[in-house]
């Protein structure tokens, strides 16, 4: 925090003594009669930046005004190539003419992000088993910046009942739980360092609510971690757990089975976007993301949910497409 902040809090903290060293007055202190709190004492710092007399000083400086105007044309053009280079490669992709703007590896083969395409599905345990002390630490400020706390607010409002939540990792949808609404809770997680810190966080955050179990187990498994205890659930959810799973398409399967009828599956993951520009770069980052992070970030999020049978009542994507909100529910529940 001090590493990030240093500056700007030392800044703060100057600016603040100097308020506070103008202002205070000792407690024994008496008003003169007759005489107003001494204005010296009272003036403020005066801020040394205003927009309103930059823009002032730029007018009335014909060089400022040209330098200002050669770094608005600069930021242009550069924005105009940028756009230009993105579309290219979108209708390259999308005609299959060959794309000048291809990169090229070493020995001057065009590099085909096709061929690379979505890497097999693995198990990703071990990869969060040493991320998770970390992890938090790690995305945090990731989440702030792109509104993911947004959208994790957004899919705890629908959760409700008896809940489960798959590939739970450390608890970050728990600071939007409303315990209120649920009547118990099943956190469910194959990394067992990721599932200690939802527990403790739970712990701590929810010390009186008691109708709550941690299982350590796969998506894959779920009917059969369920089989004796019959148990099913009135709303299923999972946040970036596709992209992690071995086999997402039987993971998805599984929470199907699970749920009550009139139950929701509500999901918040990420995957292939809008622009095929994009998808061939996260393609060709496919190998080192699953290596650093455990996740397939450029899977057909979509088609998985297509395959599933599940009827969708909402969709809603993010993010150039590349984050997916979805509430499904079991067809029969429509009839
Ligand atoms: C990208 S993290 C997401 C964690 C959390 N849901 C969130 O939104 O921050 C993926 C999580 O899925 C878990 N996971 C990976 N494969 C799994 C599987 N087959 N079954 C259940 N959980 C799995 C990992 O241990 C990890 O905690």
């Known amino acids: ?29 008496v008003q003169p009669r007759g005489f107003a709190t001494s204005q010296m004492l009272r003036q403020k710092p005066k801020s040394s930046f205003s927009v309103s007399q930059l823009l002032k000083d730029i007018n009335s400086d014909p060089k400022k005004r040209k330098i200002l105007a050669i770094s608005l044309f600069t930021l242009y053009f550069l ?23 291809k990169k090229v590896d070493s020995e001057g083969n065009i590099i085909d992000a096709a061929e690379i395409k979505v890497i097999e599905g693995h198990d990703t345990t071990p990869v969060y088993n040493r991320l998770a002390r970390e992890y938090d630490d790690k995305i945090w400020l990731e989440e ?14 629908y959760v409700k009942g008896d809940a489960l939540e798959v590939s739970c990792g450390t608890g970050r949808n728990l600071k939007y739980l409303n315990p209120k609404k649920v009547s118990s809770i099943t956190f469910l997680d194959s990394s067992l360092p990721m599932l200690e810190v939802t527990q403790e966080k739970f712990a701590q955050k929810f010390a009186n609510f008691e109708n709550v179990q941690f299982v350590q187990g796969r998506a894959e498994n779920l009917v059969d971690l369920t089989a004796k205890s ?17 086999d997402p398409n039987k993971a998805l399967d599984n929470m199907k089975k699970l749920v009550r009828p009139g139950g929701r599956i509500v999901l918040l993951e990420h995957g292939r976007g809008y622009f095929e520009s994009m998808n061939e770069r996260m393609d060709r980052q496919a190998a080192s993301r699953a290596e650093e992070w455990g996740c397939r970030w ?9 395959d599933s049978g599940l009827e969708v009542e909402k969709e809603t994507r993010f993010h150039f ?11 029969k529940d429509l009839k």
């Open 1 to 29: 925090m001090f590493r990030i902040f240093g500056r700007s809090g030392a800044s703060f903290a100057v600016r603040f003594g100097q308020f506070w060293a103008l202002n205070a007055r000792p407690r024994n202190f």
């Open 144 to 157: 702030i910046t792109s509104y993911i706390w947004y959208m994790r607010r957004k899919l705890m409002k």
């Open 230 to 246: 019959h148990q099913k659930f009135d709303t299923v959810y999972e946040s970036f757990g596709l992209c992690s799973h071995e």
């Open 298 to 306: 450029n899977l057909d999020i979509g088609k998985i949910v297509a």
């Open 321 to 331: 497409g590349t984050i997916f909100f979805y509430v499904l529910k079991v067809p």
């Open 79 to 101: 924005s105009g190539i940028a756009g230009f280079r993105y579309l290219s490669d979108t209708k390259y992709k999308a005609t299959g003419d060959e794309n000048p703007y």
